[in-house]
């Protein structure tokens, strides 16, 4: 923490965030409606059109990942933090392909959770109660990385880091408590104008303070401009497990279900990645705090090179807006994560364990109630876990909610799935992928590999969900050799009894439970 307070960026920021606090405690006010709905106050009446749907699910991807974590990881390691555009264009296409039907069957059955979906979908509690734990698990660290990226931001100008960090804890609980997903959105809108201001302003004023692009890059030594061939490996893994696992949280599938129609969705997973471009020029501030000699030694490492950039490079004023629009940016997906986490415990554990006669006022009260705690979860998320880069916050995540894939979203192309199977290979890729984490103690989310002589670095969630989709495979295999052994003996039969095989041929009896919803 700085020595003193640099009062006037300390000035911008808290008058920043009083207006975004009045705008989310106002959301509550904004259509109208009985905030004592669960779907009202977690989905905003599934309602919104394409402009807030717009900005709410970019308000939800685009987070402090984008404007600390990415640049932070160019700054210290170079080139690999790129990984992040190649992994947003594979979201955004897995998004295209899975979130209009998951729309579809949420909307049809009343859906608010992915766990909703799996209950019905296969008639298991055990595995819905998996895909409930594994939400919240993953989401915990995602949140913790917003709270760590308002810590940076405040601890740049020193204020005091302990107090304001609850302060802030403390507003966002309020504000969701009261307005829920509406409150999101309207900020969502207001972060976006100052974040893309932001952006702008610091890609043509810190290039002309620095001496130019030319000038930037000539600073950068090759081992950070280019992408070393051990680091292939890494960078593809991080690349496509990042993409197959974005939209598996549950606070993307809460910003796509807000929406009004199928065809916003599909819309807005066309138009989103336009997005990609400012999180392009965000991780090229990680070049630039390098060719401004940014103090890597700093209290937090890497993930204080941008904060510090604005900082010292900036006028005061505006380096306050910098620093309060990185704040602001970290609130919103906060709230959509505290939300989509507090409505798995209420709709998935305590409706479905706990009180199975709650009404829908009983079931709100006790998600408003969750999202307080997910969020104090996160904050202690911050203080216990090591912090290398933050960015390994949301990779860790990533690992966990990647194992939910097979019965999420391939249960939307394929009825062989078999959920004894899906659970045991969920089962697999947690332990698998955990037990990594652990053995590198927190602090990578990438492990080094050598099968056979095969050496690779990658990242974690891809050897676990390879795992995973192996037993799960085997699941989908059992019923196609038993009905091979089935035909084998009625040969054997038929050959033995002419009359069986006669038998077999009559018309058979139709049975409907088949055709129930959930079952193969």
């Not at 599934?46 to 749907?53: A, E, K, Y």
């Not at 130019?212 to 890059?217: A, L």
């Amino acid at each position: 923490m700085l020595a003193t307070i640099q009062v006037v960026q300390a000035t911008v920021i808290l008058v920043m965030f009083a207006f975004v606090v009045a705008v989310g405690l106002l959301a509550g006010r904004w259509r109208k409606a009985d905030m004592h709905q669960l779907e009202e106050w977690a989905l905003g009446g599934r309602h919104f059109g394409g402009f807030l749907t717009w900005f709410l699910q970019g308000g939800s991807v685009y987070t402090t990942y984008s404007f600390i974590a990415v640049p932070a990881l160019v700054f210290g390691v170079g080139a690999l933090g790129f990984f992040a555009l190649p992994y947003l264009i594979i979201a955004y296409l897995v998004a295209f392909l899975v979130l209009p039907k998951l729309w579809d069957i949420y909307r049809r059955h009343n859906h608010v959770t992915a766990a909703d979906f799996v209950r019905e979908r296969f008639d298991s509690p055990l595995l819905a109660l998996a895909i409930t734990v594994t939400g919240i698990l993953a989401t915990v660290p995602y949140i913790a990385l917003q709270v760590y990226g308002i810590e940076v931001s405040i601890a740049q100008i020193g204020l005091p880091v302990e107090v304001s960090l609850f302060i802030a804890f403390g507003v966002l609980a309020v504000v969701t408590y009261v307005s829920g997903l509406r409150s999101a959105t309207l900020i969502a809108v207001v972060k976006d104008v100052f974040i893309w201001t932001t952006v702008i302003v610091a890609i043509i004023y810190i290039p002309i303070h620095l001496g130019g692009y030319v000038h930037i890059f000539a600073q950068l030594p090759r081992s950070k401009l280019v992408l070393q061939p051990t680091a292939f490996d890494d960078y593809v893994t991080l690349a496509v497990g990042s993409g197959l696992a974005l939209f598996l949280y549950p606070h993307t599938l809460t910003g796509a279900l807000s929406s009004s129609s199928r065809f916003v969705v599909q819309r807005n997973a066309i138009f989103l990645p336009i997005y990609t471009i400012m999180l392009g020029l965000l991780a090229l501030l990680g070049y630039m705090a390098i060719a401004a000699h940014m103090p890597a030694e700093h209290t937090y490492g890497a993930n204080a090179a941008v904060p510090e950039l604005f900082d010292r490079l900036f006028p005061a004023p505006f380096a306050g807006f910098a620093l309060a629009s990185i704040s602001i940016g970290a609130l919103v997906p906060a709230a959509m994560m505290a939300i989509s986490s507090a409505n798995l415990f209420s709709r998935n554990i305590y409706l479905e364990y706990i009180r199975p006669d709650a009404s829908p006022e009983r079931q709100t009260a006790v998600s408003k109630i969750a999202s307080t705690f997910v969020k104090l979860d996160a904050v202690l998320f911050v203080v216990l876990v090591p912090t290398t880069y933050i960015i390994n916050f949301q990779l860790a995540g990533g690992i966990w909610i990647l194992q939910t894939l097979p019965a999420v979203f391939l249960a939307l192309f394929t009825k062989r799935l078999h959920r004894g199977t899906l659970f045991i290979g969920w089962a697999c890729g947690m332990l698998v992928g955990t037990g990594m984490l652990l053995a590198l103690g927190f602090k990578s989310s990438s492990i080094n590999l050598n099968l056979f002589g095969w050496h690779a670095s990658m990242y974690i969630a891809i050897p676990a969900l390879v795992v995973n989709l192996a037993i799960t495979g085997i699941g989908m295999l059992i019923p196609i050799l038993r009905r091979s052994g089935s035909t084998g003996a009625a040969s054997a039969r038929a050959d033995a009894d002419p009359h069986a095989s006669a038998a077999a041929a009559m018309p058979q009896p139709v049975h409907w439970s088949r055709f129930r919803s959930g079952r193969r």
